[in-house]
């Protein structure tokens, strides 16, 4: 995960779990567990189990990718992040924690 976050304008990262409490997160500093709440219940919106969302305010931007049925990548960006590149680059996180399991 610390890869992700030494991307440029990565805020925060976190691994989720299917309990929607964070299995880890970074930098440790950080208060995520309302951000996480937040995302679980609009997880739980749609019908199916997206692979990824997005939401973008004024402030900021949060990505999440599904790394698999039970877990997620959530992130916090600045605005100005390349959303491609940070794609890339939370897919090949999410494949190297299956790999972990």
């Known amino acids: 995960m610390q890869d992700v976050?030494?991307?440029?304008g990565v805020d925060w990262v976190a691994l989720i779990g299917p309990d929607a409490l964070p299995i880890d997160f970074a930098p440790n500093s950080c208060e995520?567990?309302?951000?996480?709440?937040?995302?679980?219940?609009?997880?739980?919106?749609?019908?199916?189990?997206p692979a990824r969302m997005m939401i973008r305010t004024s402030e900021a931007l949060m990505l999440s990718h599904r790394v698999d049925e039970n877990r997620l990548i959530l992130i916090q960006t600045q605005l100005s992040v390349n959303i491609g590149?940070?794609?890339?680059?939370?897919?090949n996180a999410a494949r190297r924690i299956i790999d972990l399991a």
């Not at 995520?32 to 189990?49: G, K, N, Q």
């Open 5 to 8: 976050l030494n991307h440029e």
């Open 32 to 49: 995520i567990e309302s951000a996480v709440a937040m995302w679980f219940d609009l997880d739980f919106l749609v019908d199916d189990t």
């Open 85 to 91: 590149a940070l794609r890339n680059e939370l897919e």
